[in-house]
DNA sequence: CCGACCCATACGTTTTCGGTATGCCAATGG
DNA sequence: CCATTGGCATACCGAAAACGTATGGGTCGG
């Protein structure tokens, strides 16, 4: 069975009449009339009573023509559906993103999107550092959100902003007086330490700085988030060295201090499948653009 | 665009696979690689990722196949319906019936029917003797319950059935007390007549009866319908007589006594247009048969 | 490194479709 | 009563599309 055949006897019944579908159809009528028949031959039953002053619909062909011509609205439909799917004007867009950059980001990154691609269905998930990879990979979001950036061979990264690193600590800390604290003060105060890059803990940009300064910081505590390292700062039980937008989240009792003489950063970056070819990604990436520029 | 394309790509999504898919259709597998690119070269956009292992939808795959399997679910679904119509097992069949048979048979030609064809919509409506040809003719209704059956060429008609004449009388008639009324008896008597057949009115059953036992009834009035007819009867305005199915009808106060000497008696029939070939007009007929037997 | 698996491409064959010419039937009009 | 008109059906031919077989080219697993 053959959509045409459907289209062609939705033409005939709305015409009323062969010749005159066949006119709409830019065909010639007996082709249409063989269409007809064949449509109805393998139906086993007439779908139109012939009259000498064109065709009529008998009640099995009304009950065809209610469903055929839903079908071909929704085939045509899917065909169009499926089109703007793949051009970015309709669909779905999962975005991850890591909960540092939520308070920083999201206020201004949603309404942007919202307003570039109103057809499509958004969706937020709240990525942790040990998942976000995987994420990506089955595609349960298409976009993510990442600080530091992923490094992996099947994703694609956009550096869209960098975070200077602050100090983190408790209010009633001695350093909180100082406008900025000195790298050398921070020499065996003890460090609440995030999770270093899976294999490669010289690689993380904490331990680079500290390298490079020369300071040794016993680690107190890891933590995985950090929305942890800020409780256990403000526990007492050590400082943090935070990307500066870590403040926007920060508790209560928590002060940032910028770290004189260090102008390491760390990368504010969109990461996406290499295999995902959805033109929705370079929206979000501008999108993203603009809500990081104010940083 | 045609329905195969779209018939292949569900089957591949759902198999996962194009060599799975093509020998479910029973089809080589190179083809229907074909078709699906032709499907992706029409739409403008790929549907699948092909990995290494069989495909997998993209996300305007995905929203085609929402669409498209729908869609073939009803196309479907529409020709099965137009063939259910065509069996008589789906539908919609429209009773006409004169309102004196009312209460003799739709109280049991309605269970039967709804026995007989549990599937078809039931839709009944009440004939006068005036539009009766009219409403089978534009199709208003599928077949008709009458008396007396319609002639017609274009009209078909099954007797199903005959009433015999009675005499209609008020209670306080004095051939009321009569257990039958010798047709003698109604010399010179005033008769309410019903509309005779149509420009031959000399047809009519019960001028026939009158004229082969050489009564002369005059007539005091003339009416439409059966009831209207009992109700000049019990006004006292005459003699009604009617066929003996009219009593079930009869207001109170209005006897029917059987005319002695006289069989005649008026056909009960199912017409139809002799065009319309539904099963449900054989299955009615069957019905009607069954529903009429008992009078 | 080789075989297995799966999709893509190429080419020849067959089916189907569409166009033109024409026939048939009924209704209309002189 | 016959001719004309309008509408659908049939016949035949050329063109297009689809199918099958053979084959190529990747990746994964042993």
């Known amino acids: 069975m053959d959509i045409r055949r459907l289209r062609y006897f939705v033409a005939v019944a709305e015409a009323r009449s062969v010749g005159k579908a066949a006119e709409r159809l830019r065909m010639a009528q007996p082709p249409l009339s063989v269409q007809i028949r064949k449509l109805e031959s393998e139906i086993g039953a007439p779908l139109f009573r012939r009259g000498t002053r064109g065709m009529d619909l008998t009640e099995a062909g009304q009950a065809l023509l209610a469903r055929a011509s839903e079908a071909l609205a929704?085939?045509?439909?899917?065909?169009?559906?499926?089109?703007?799917?793949?051009?970015?004007?309709?669909?779905?867009?999962?975005?991850?993103?890591?909960?540092?950059?939520?308070?920083?980001?999201?206020?201004?990154?949603?309404?942007?999107?919202?307003?570039?691609?109103?057809?499509?269905?958004?969706?937020?998930?709240?990525?942790?550092?040990?998942?976000?990879?995987?994420?990506?990979?089955?595609?349960?979001?298409?976009?993510?959100?990442?600080?530091?950036?992923?490094?992996?061979?099947?994703?694609?990264?956009?550096?869209?902003?960098?975070?200077?690193?602050?100090?983190?600590?408790?209010?009633?800390?001695?350093?909180?007086?100082?406008?900025?604290?000195?790298?050398?003060?921070?020499?065996?105060?003890?460090?609440?330490?995030?999770?270093?890059?899976?294999r490669d803990p010289s690689s993380s940009a904490v331990a680079a700085l500290l390298r490079r300064h020369q300071i040794v910081m016993p680690i107190a505590s890891r933590v995985e988030t950090v929305h942890s390292a800020m409780s256990l700062v403000l526990a007492g039980e050590g400082f943090g060295i935070l990307p500066a937008c870590a403040r926007l989240g920060a508790p209560r009792g928590i002060v940032f201090r910028p770290l004189r003489d260090a102008t390491d950063s760390i990368d504010i970056a969109v990461c996406w499948r290499r295999d995902s070819h959805s033109p929705l990604i370079r929206t979000f990436l501008k999108c993203a653009e603009k809500a990081v520029a104010p940083l």
């Open 74 to 198: 929704l085939a045509a439909d899917g065909i169009e559906a499926a089109r703007a799917v793949a051009a970015g004007s309709r669909g779905r867009l999962s975005v991850g993103y890591m909960f540092v950059l939520a308070n920083a980001m999201l206020p201004r990154l949603i309404p942007e999107l919202r307003r570039s691609i109103p057809g499509v269905d958004l969706d937020f998930a709240e990525l942790s550092a040990s998942t976000r990879e995987a994420r990506l990979l089955d595609r349960s979001v298409t976009v993510a959100l990442c600080m530091p950036a992923i490094h992996h061979p099947e994703i694609q990264v956009a550096r869209i902003g960098a975070q200077p690193f602050m100090l983190a600590m408790p209010i009633r800390s001695p350093f909180a007086r100082l406008g900025s604290v000195p790298m050398a003060r921070l020499q065996g105060r003890p460090l609440i330490a995030l999770p270093p890059p899976e």
